[in-house]
């Protein structure tokens, strides 16, 4: 076990390094995640001129919940690892790890904690920098509860997030292309995971069928728990049940179709 947990360690270490090594890019898509926070306030601003409350949410209930949203997209987005993993099939590359005593999940998974530790510290830069802007606009609640439910809650998402990525990685031993799939994807994570709107925008009916899909857990859920759009702590807990279940079934998803795929790949290359 000990010898596992510190091989897994090196993996982590050598991705941080990576990761170190490409920190401008980072830096870039920081700063473009700042260049959105201010289109999120023009627009959202227009959107409440005149207006009070939408949806029973004050303009700095709305504007926070989005601040939360991009600094836990840096902390647990799975930005790349799809098209990395794809890219370790196609290339032959993944052949290393068949001959190896190691686990490709815990691997790749190691790679991602990585990188998310380094976009995680860099987030917190752009926000340091414009929180004397906006501090008057950030409305957060004061529950402590919040804290003990919205930690396991993200850690859920974090494998969510990077669960999906994984499963469409795998599609590379039938895909030759997987950019469509992950395209399409990331259009239903946009929409359904909360990122263009609050899900509780939605009709109500359709808001409660969303709580049911795994892209209501992918961001929508966390933030919702820390910024006080989820104020009930009984339906909280349910939806972490669901969200267990979920991570279950995209895990044992990820085991089959690693299982499966393993049976059409043809080892050249790496």
């Known amino acids: ?3 596992a947990l510190n ?22 898509r920081g700063f473009f995640s700042f ?39 840096f902390m647990i ?55 004397p802007l906006l501090r008057h606009y950030l409305v957060l609640p004061h529950d402590w509860w919040r804290l003990a439910l919205g930690l396991p809650a993200l850690a859920m998402s974090a494998l969510i997030q990077f669960g999906i990525a994984y499963c469409f ?24 995971g909360g990122q263009i709107f609050p899900l509780d925008l939605l009709p109500d009916w359709l808001f409660k069928l969303s709580q049911y ?11 919702a728990i820390f910024t006080g759009r989820l104020s009930d702590p009984a339906a909280i807990i ?7 279940c979920w991570v279950a079934v995209i895990l044992a998803l990820g085991e089959l179709l690693w299982r499966r795929g393993l049976r059409l790949h043809t080892a050249v290359g790496g």
Do not use: C
Request: hydrophobic share 50%; net charge neutral.
């Open 1 to 3: 076990m000990l010898s």
């Open 7 to 28: 091989k897994y360690r090196t993996v982590f270490n050598v991705g941080l390094q990576s990761n170190l090594v490409y920190r401008v890019n980072f830096a870039v």
């Open 35 to 73: 260049f959105h926070l201010v289109v999120v306030f023009v627009l959202w601003g227009a959107a409440y001129a005149g207006n009070p409350t939408i949806g029973g949410f004050n303009f700095g209930q709305t504007f926070t919940y989005f601040v939360a949203l991009i600094v836990v997209q």
């Open 77 to 131: 987005g799975a930005f790349n690892e799809d098209y990395q993993i794809s890219e370790e099939i196609r290339n032959g590359l993944i052949n290393q790890f068949l001959l190896k005593p190691v686990n490709y999940f815990a691997y790749r998974f190691s790679i991602y904690l990585s990188a998310r530790l380094v976009t995680g510290l860099l987030i917190i830069v752009p926000v340091v920098i414009t929180y």
């Open 169 to 192: 990685g795998l599609m590379s031993f039938w895909f030759l292309e997987i950019q469509g799939l992950v395209v399409l994807s990331m259009a239903l994570e946009s929409v359904l």
């Open 213 to 223: 899909l795994p892209y209501y857990y992918q961001m929508y859920f966390p933030v």
């Open 238 to 244: 349910t939806g972490l049940g669901i969200q267990a």
